[in-house]
C-alpha cells in the first residue's frame, strides 16, 4: 500500500531538488522566456485570454487537500508559475470553463469523475496538456492513460525533480506544437490570401508545364479567351504552345528567350480565342527551375491589349491619310508657285531629289525627318509668290534694289507656312535654306550651330541644282562649276559634312539631277 509523503517530508525534498542543479532551479524563467513568444492556439475557445499563456497556468486536481497543497506548492516555488488547486473532477471542468488552463496535473483515483475520464473530457473540449498521477504501478494504467489524452505519466511517490522536469517538457511540447500551429495557420492564411488574390486579379495568370499542360489559371485568364471557368478553358486547351498562339514562330522565339534568360517582358503576341477569334495580349514570362536548373513550370500574366492595337491601327491609317492629304497641300503649294515661276516648280522638285539623296547617305536622320525634309524641299520656295513675276522671269542681272526683293522670299514662306500643323519644322527649314555657317546668309544672318541639320542639307542642294541648271538670266553653270562652288566654301558657307556627302553622291555613286 502507497503512504503519501508528509508535508516536512516534501518540504525536504524540494529543498534537495534546488540544490541539484541551476536549470532545475530556472525552470520557471526557461519556460516563461519559452513561453513569451506564444499564445493561446487560434482555435482557443477563450482567445481573449491571450495574454495567461506569458505566465503559464497550471491546476492540481486530487482529492487529497494536503497532497494536493504541497504539490502547488511544489510547482510554484520551483517554476514561478500560477497554479491553482481543487479537490474533485468537477471542480476543475468548472475552471476550465471559466479560465485558461495549460497544464491540468489530475490523480487518477478520485471518488466522483476518475483521472482518466476527466483527462478524457479535457483533450475532447478544452485546450490542455494532462499530467496523470497514479499510485499504482500497472502498465493497463499507463496505456489507458495514454489512450485517453494525456501527455505524461508520474507513479507515485512524486518526486519534486521528476515532476518539475516532466511539467518543463509539456510545457515545452506545448510551444512547440503552438508555433507550429500557429506556422501552419499563417501559411492557410496566406495561401487563402494568394489564392483570393489570384482569382481576383484583373490580369490573366497561370501556370504550366513544361510540356505545355496548364497546372493553374485564374478567371480573368479564362474569361479573355472567351471561356466561362478555369475549369472550362483547362478542360479545353490540353497543349498551350499549340491551342493559343496564333503564330508558332511568336511561341518558339518566346520559349527561346525564356530558356536563355530566365523571362521575357511585356511581349505582344496573339492568342485564340474559345470562338474562333483573336486578341492581342502582352505578357511577362519566367520559368521555375530545379537545384539541377530544370524547368519545373512556366508562371506568368497576360493583359488583354487588343483595343489599344486596334487603336494602333487605327492610328497608323490616320496617319497615312494625314500624311497623304500633307503632301496634297504641299503639291498644291509647288503648283501654286509654278503658276507663277515655272522654272521655280523644276528647281523645288530637283533640289527635293538631291536633299533625300544626301540625308539618307549622311546619317543620323530618321525616315520621318528625312520625308520632312524632301516635302520642304519641294515648296522651299513658296514665297516668291509675293515677288513681282516680271523680277522672276528677268532675262538680265536683277539690280541690287530687285535682288534685295527677291530675298525676302524665306520670310514669306515662313509665314505662309507657319500655321499649319506640319509633323515636321518645315516652315523653320524653309526660312533656313539662304542662312550660311558664317552668318553671311539671309534673312536673319544665322550660323551653323543655330541651324537644323535639315536646313544646311537644303542650302547644299539648292546651290548646287541653282548653279548647274538654267537661270532666267543666265545659262546653266554646269555641275561641275556647282561642286567647284562648294568645295571652295566648305566649312565657310556650307555645312562640311553635308558637302563631302554631297560630293560622293555625284562623284563616286553617279548621282545626276534630273528634270
Not at 525627318?369 to 524632301?374: K, P, Y
Not at 542639307?457 to 541648271?469: C, Y
Request: hydrophobic share 40%; with cysteine; proline share 3%.
Amino acid at each position: 500500500m502507497f503512504i503519501k509523503p508528509t508535508y516536512a517530508e516534501l518540504e525536504q525534498r524540494i529543498k534537495e531538488h534546488q540544490k541539484e542543479s541551476v536549470e532545475q532551479k530556472c525552470t520557471g524563467e526557461a519556460l516563461k522566456v519559452s513561453l513569451a513568444a506564444t499564445g493561446p492556439t487560434s482555435d482557443s475557445p477563450r482567445s481573449s485570454k491571450e495574454s495567461e499563456l506569458y505566465h503559464a497556468h497550471i491546476l492540481i486536481v486530487d482529492d487529497d487537500n494536503s497532497f494536493g497543497q504541497m504539490l502547488k506548492n511544489v510547482v510554484i516555488r520551483c517554476t514561478g508559475f500560477d497554479c491553482s488547486f481543487v479537490e474533485s473532477a468537477r471542480e476543475a471542468l468548472n475552471v476550465l470553463e471559466e479560465n485558461v488552463v495549460d497544464v491540468v496535473i489530475t490523480d487518477i483515483k478520485m471518488p466522483d469523475v476518475s483521472g482518466l475520464e476527466l483527462t478524457r473530457i479535457i483533450k475532447e473540449k478544452y485546450d490542455s496538456d494532462v499530467i496523470v498521477i497514479t499510485g499504482y504501478n500497472n502498465d493497463f494504467t499507463y496505456e489507458e492513460a495514454i489512450e485517453n489524452g494525456a501527455n505524461d505519466f508520474i507513479e507515485k511517490p512524486v518526486r519534486p525533480t521528476e515532476l518539475i522536469i516532466r511539467l518543463k517538457r509539456v510545457l515545452r511540447e506545448r510551444a512547440i506544437i503552438y508555433k507550429r500551429r500557429q506556422a501552419e495557420n499563417a501559411l492557410m492564411k496566406s495561401e487563402t490570401q494568394y489564392r483570393d488574390i489570384f482569382d481576383r486579379a484583373m490580369e490573366g495568370l497561370y501556370q504550366a508545364t513544361p510540356e505545355g499542360k496548364f497546372i493553374t489559371v485564374n478567371k480573368a485568364f479564362a474569361n479573355m479567351l472567351g471561356y466561362k471557368s478555369p475549369d472550362e478553358l483547362m478542360a479545353n486547351v490540353t497543349d498551350v504552345f499549340t491551342q493559343l498562339y496564333v503564330h508558332k514562330e511568336a511561341c518558339d522565339a518566346l520559349l527561346n528567350m525564356v530558356e536563355k534568360f530566365g523571362f521575357v517582358e511585356r511581349c505582344e503576341v496573339q492568342f485564340k480565342r474559345k470562338d474562333s477569334g483573336t486578341i492581342w495580349v502582352t505578357t511577362n514570362i519566367q520559368a521555375v527551375r530545379n537545384d539541377d536548373a530544370q524547368i519545373l513550370y512556366y508562371e506568368g500574366n497576360i493583359e488583354d491589349i487588343t483595343l489599344r492595337k486596334c487603336t494602333e491601327e487605327e492610328l497608323k491609317d490616320s496617319f497615312k491619310r494625314l500624311h497623304k492629304t500633307l503632301g496634297a497641300i504641299v503639291q498644291a503649294l509647288a503648283v501654286t508657285a509654278e503658276t507663277r515661276d515655272p522654272y521655280t516648280a523644276g528647281h523645288q522638285r530637283r533640289v527635293a531629289d538631291l536633299s533625300r539623296a544626301i540625308a539618307g547617305a549622311i546619317g543620323g536622320l530618321t525616315t520621318e525627318q528625312i520625308d520632312g525634309l524632301r516635302m520642304a524641299s519641294t515648296i522651299h520656295d513658296i514665297g516668291k509668290i509675293s515677288v513681282p513675276a516680271e523680277i522672276l522671269s528677268k532675262p538680265k542681272k536683277l539690280t541690287d534694289i530687285e535682288f534685295n526683293l527677291i530675298k525676302v522670299h524665306p520670310q514669306s514662306g515662313y509665314d505662309i507656312l507657319k500655321d499649319i500643323d506640319f509633323s515636321w519644322p518645315i516652315a523653320r527649314m524653309v526660312l533656313e535654306h539662304h542662312e550660311r555657317m558664317d552668318g553671311s546668309g539671309y534673312p536673319n544672318g544665322l550660323t551653323g550651330n543655330d541651324l537644323l541639320l535639315e536646313s544646311r542639307i537644303l542650302a547644299v542642294a539648292d546651290v548646287v541644282e541653282s548653279m548647274a541648271s538654267h537661270r532666267p538670266y543666265r545659262p546653266g553653270l554646269g555641275i561641275n562649276a556647282a561642286l567647284d562652288e562648294i568645295v571652295k566654301n566648305k566649312g565657310v558657307l556650307y555645312d562640311p559634312e553635308v558637302v563631302d556627302v554631297c560630293l560622293k553622291l555625284f562623284n563616286e555613286k553617279g548621282y545626276k539631277l534630273v528634270d
